[in-house]
C-alpha cells in the first residue's frame, strides 16, 4: 500500500511562489494517476493537477492555467506542484491524491471519490 506525505507548505505573501512535494512510499506510481487538490475553509475540495507519470501527461482546471504546474521528480520519487503568484484565495490545506490504474483524465480533476490514497496534507496560507 503506498503511503504520501505531502511537505513544502506554510505562510507566504500573495504575489509569491511556493514548491509542494508528495513523496510516494510503497509502491511505484509511474502508472497511476497522481493529482493534487485543496479544500478550503467552508469549501469542497477541488482539484488543481493531474499527471498520468508514464505517459507524461497533466491536466489542469481552466481556473489555475498557467499558475499551477505539476511534475515528477523520478530521482526523488516525489509529485511536485508549484504555485506562481500566490493569492490570498489559495488559502487551503492541500492534498495529493493516487488513484490506482492506467487511466487518468481531466475528468477526475472533479471526482475526488475516484482516488484511493490521500495524504494528510499540508497548509498553504496566503497574505495579503
Known amino acids: 500500500q503506498v503511503q504520501l506525505v505531502e511537505s513544502g507548505g506554510g505562510a507566504v505573501q500573495a504575489g509569491g511562489s511556493l514548491r509542494l512535494s508528495c513523496a510516494a512510499s510503497?509502491?511505484?506510481?509511474?502508472?497511476?494517476?497522481m493529482g493534487w487538490f485543496r479544500q478550503g475553509p467552508g469549501k469542497e475540495r477541488e482539484g488543481l493537477a493531474l499527471?498520468?507519470?508514464?505517459?507524461?501527461?497533466?491536466w489542469y482546471p481552466d481556473s489555475v492555467k498557467g499558475r499551477f504546474t505539476i511534475s515528477y521528480d523520478s530521482a526523488k520519487k516525489t509529485v511536485d506542484h508549484e504555485i506562481a503568484n500566490l493569492k490570498p484565495e489559495d488559502t487551503a490545506m492541500y492534498y495529493c491524491?493516487?488513484?490506482?490504474?492506467?487511466?487518468?483524465?481531466?475528468?477526475?480533476?472533479?471526482?475526488?471519490?475516484?482516488?484511493?490514497?490521500w495524504g494528510q496534507g499540508t497548509q498553504v496560507t496566503v497574505s495579503s
Open positions: 510503497g509502491d511505484d506510481i509511474s502508472f497511476d494517476c
Open positions: 499527471t498520468y507519470i508514464h505517459g507524461a501527461r497533466t
Open positions: 491524491a493516487r488513484r490506482t490504474g492506467s487511466y487518468c483524465s481531466y475528468n477526475y480533476l472533479e471526482s475526488p471519490d475516484k482516488f484511493n490514497s
